[in-house]
């Protein structure tokens, strides 16, 4: 199942603002959208944002996400070290009735 | 509190089987997917298979991957989730997560810890 494509790594400086991309298809991302996670070293994942772009209760103002198209977009702005992480997106794919995971983003914060 | 415990995990060797549980608290378990999503060692995360609530029939869906090997079921009576993996292969050595979806937008609300599955002989 080929899953959305996502660059493997993103290095920002801090208070600077990074934007991390997940591109799927129709069938996916352009179906209803990509949720986001965020998973630090040796833990689990932590929702980010829901596919619709609503942020759960306790996730920063400083995360935003959006999508056009068949691409979605994590948005951070003024970088802090908690949020050196791993990113991922995912998306049910109406086509396959399988959920598709992008290969994860590592973000560094210089 | 919504808490997610997964158990069950292990040394197996190929072509073995395992029996992998999520007890869950805090939430009316009825009334929510449950997933099972992996990750094998440093690498990213994949998803392996569902469990649709009692509103949707209990159907399942799973990865190409383990479609064939690999089971979910649930217990509602019990608030558990589970995931029988037969005909282990060394690639299904992972971390196993189960997550609980949200119902409106179905996507992984909350996770587990996860539980160490090692396929090796």
């Known amino acids: 199942q080929a899953g959305l494509t996502q660059p493997p790594s993103v290095s920002k400086d801090l208070r600077q603002t990074a934007t991390l991309t997940c591109t799927g298809n129709s069938n996916n991302v352009g179906y209803q959208g990509a949720a986001w996670l965020q998973q630090h070293q040796g833990q689990p994942p932590k929702l980010l944002f829901y596919r619709n772009n609503n942020r759960p209760s306790g996730i920063s103002e400083r995360f935003s996400a959006s999508r056009s198209g068949n691409t979605a977009s994590l948005t951070i702005t003024g970088l802090q070290p908690e949020d050196e992480a791993d990113y991922y997106c995912?998306?049910?794919?109406?086509?396959?009735?399988?959920?598709?995971f992008g290969g994860g983003t590592k973000l560094t914060v210089l | 509190e919504v808490q997610l415990v997964e158990s069950g995990g292990g040394l197996v060797q190929p072509g073995g089987s395992l029996r992998l549980s999520c007890a869950t608290s805090g939430f009316t378990f009825s009334d929510h997917y449950m997933d099972w999503v992996r990750q094998a060692p440093g690498k990213g995360l994949e998803w392996v298979g569902r469990?649709?609530?009692?509103?949707?029939?209990?159907?399942?869906e799973y990865a190409a991957s383990v479609k064939g090997r690999f089971s979910v079921s649930r217990d509602d009576s019990k608030n558990s989730v589970y995931l029988q993996m037969n005909s282990l292969k060394i690639e299904d050595t992972a971390v196993y997560y189960c997550a609980r979806l949200g119902n409106d937008p179905k996507d992984f609300q909350h996770w587990g810890q996860g539980t160490l599955v090692t396929v090796s002989s």
């Open positions: 995912s998306a049910w794919d109406n086509s396959l009735s399988v959920v598709v």
């Open positions: 469990s649709r609530n009692k509103a949707h029939s209990y159907t399942t």
